[in-house]
């Protein structure tokens, strides 16, 4: 099972990102995804997350900024990131959970994307 983010980059702030973690070796589309960061020297948080029937779950700092969606023909997740901010610099992980609740705990997650950086500059 692999899970392959990508979509990193460096942006001005104000600017726009799309993450895509494309998951090989299993069928995720009954499974809850999921997107973390960490920060430089700070601990790894929960993003956002999308259930199997399509609810979405944001940290209260990326709503109305980030949105994220699923193609289950594709088996990918998205994180579409706009109004990007200088905090919002970090490492993306992009996870699954196998099972069918929406958790924000990281120890939650079975599977791993090995991550994208995304810098926001001032």
């Known amino acids: 099972v692999q899970l392959q983010a990508s979509g990193g980059g460096l942006v001005q702030a104000g600017g726009f990102l799309r993450l895509s973690c494309a998951a090989s070796g299993r069928t995720f589309s009954s499974y809850v995804m999921g997107w973390f960061r960490q920060a430089p020297g700070k601990e790894r948080e929960f993003v956002s997350a999308i259930s199997i029937g399509g609810s979405t779950y944001y940290r209260d700092s990326v709503k109305g900024r980030f949105t994220i969606s699923r193609d289950s023909a594709k088996n990918t997740v998205y994180l579409q990131m706009n109004s990007l901010k200088p905090e919002d610099t970090a490492v993306y992980y992009c996870?699954?959970?196998?099972?069918?609740?929406?958790?924000?705990?990281?120890?939650?997650?079975?599977?791993w994307g090995q991550g994208t950086q995304v810098t926001v500059s001032s």
């Open positions: 996870a699954v959970d196998l099972s069918i609740a929406v958790r924000t705990s990281e120890s939650a997650y079975d599977y």
